[in-house]
């Protein structure tokens, strides 16, 4: 994501809660959400933390009129990106689209969307519908946790409009990033790097094999993503063949599953104090983990070199798939 450089500190924050909120619970595990921020999951608590980041800099508010992105979505928690994670213009040659310009995070984080809530014997759960405005479709997300406390992120979008549709979407929860921070995937996942911040990782599109990425003279190794460097920044995507990922702070481990067969990447972003939107402003400590269906940010890229941009046929429903678990199991040396 780009932002133009901000210069002033965010005022005092509000809490989530100010706004109005939706809580979901099955088990030990409760879910936030805040439809009037763009159905934003503040708060998710699994295996007794909280796991999501929270901006000690921007406040968490509905967006203003004429405000910026960054005044209003860049606030932590986990958003949904669609139909483009990055700014960006649709390729001219796209039929019924091309020159369309969409905005950074996407449409959905700028809208209250229709919420409906239900409890049944599959656990409670709250369905959030948007309407596409720059591009036609309607992108609906259940969130539910059911009884044994597995929170389960379920898509569906419609192409309404009468040509293809290309997208990106991408689940975008922040976490912080401690010294106990580890990232658990498939050892040789290829992954590819997209932007880096004060880091040498070759060019953009380099491939390489998880957790390992070289640049220069030597190998870095994201599965302890403190210990790669003093400061930096850095995006990179994972060709997902089995659909597993965990995060890890100490014992305790959050585990995403998904179906690797609806869901084709992995998109992760490290910030360790190396990129910020402000000039005069310590940069974050945080990252970022999730699930995506193409790769990488923008259509644009998506459907450039990268050739992974998926699209959406005229009339046609996509389905797609996740769950978080949160399990405590201590390191394997403790």
């Not at 429903?317 to 394997?332: D, K, N, S, V």
Request: with cysteine; glycine share 12%; charged share 25%.
């Amino acid at each position: 994501m780009r932002f133009p450089f901000l210069t002033r500190r965010a005022p005092e924050l509000p809490a989530p809660r100010d706004f109005g909120y939706i809580e979901l619970r099955g088990a030990a595990t409760r879910v936030l959400v805040i439809p009037s921020l763009g159905g934003k999951i503040a708060e998710l608590w699994l295996a007794g933390r909280q796991w999501l980041w929270q901006n000690p800099l921007i406040p968490m508010g509905p967006p203003s009129e004429g405000g910026s992105y960054v005044e209003t979505a860049d606030t932590g928690g986990m958003d949904e990106c669609f139909p483009t994670v990055g700014a960006c213009r649709v390729p001219g040659w796209v039929k019924g689209a091309g020159g369309v310009e969409l905005p950074d995070h996407g449409e959905l984080w700028s809208q209250e969307p229709a919420v409906d809530v239900r409890t049944s014997a599959d656990g409670q759960m709250v369905v959030c519908r948007w309407q596409g405005v720059r591009l036609p479709y309607v992108f609906e997300r259940t969130v539910r946790v059911d009884r044994d406390g597995v929170v389960h992120c379920e898509y569906t979008c419609r192409n309404e409009g009468s040509e293809r549709l290309p997208f990106v979407w991408a689940a975008y929860p922040q976490f912080p990033l401690t010294e106990q921070t580890r990232v658990e995937m498939t050892a040789g996942t290829r992954l590819r790097v997209f932007a880096r911040h004060g880091i040498e990782l070759g060019e953009p599109r380099s491939e390489h094999q998880w957790p390992f990425v070289r640049g220069g003279a030597r190998a870095v190794d994201f599965s302890q993503p403190h210990e790669v460097g003093r400061k930096y920044a850095c995006k990179l995507f994972l060709d997902m063949a089995d659909g597993e990922a965990n995060l890890r702070e100490g014992s305790h481990v959050l585990q995403f599953r998904w179906n690797p067969r609806d869901i084709s990447h992995f998109g992760v972003w490290f910030n360790k104090r190396g990129w910020t939107p402000f000039r005069d402003e310590a940069p974050y400590l945080n990252c970022a983990l999730g699930p995506s269906i193409g790769a990488p940010d923008t259509i644009t890229e998506a459907l450039g070199d990268w050739k992974a941009g998926p699209w959406l046929d005229a009339g046609a429903t996509r389905q797609w798939g996740f769950t978080m678990r949160g399990i405590e199991a201590p390191l394997p040396s403790e």
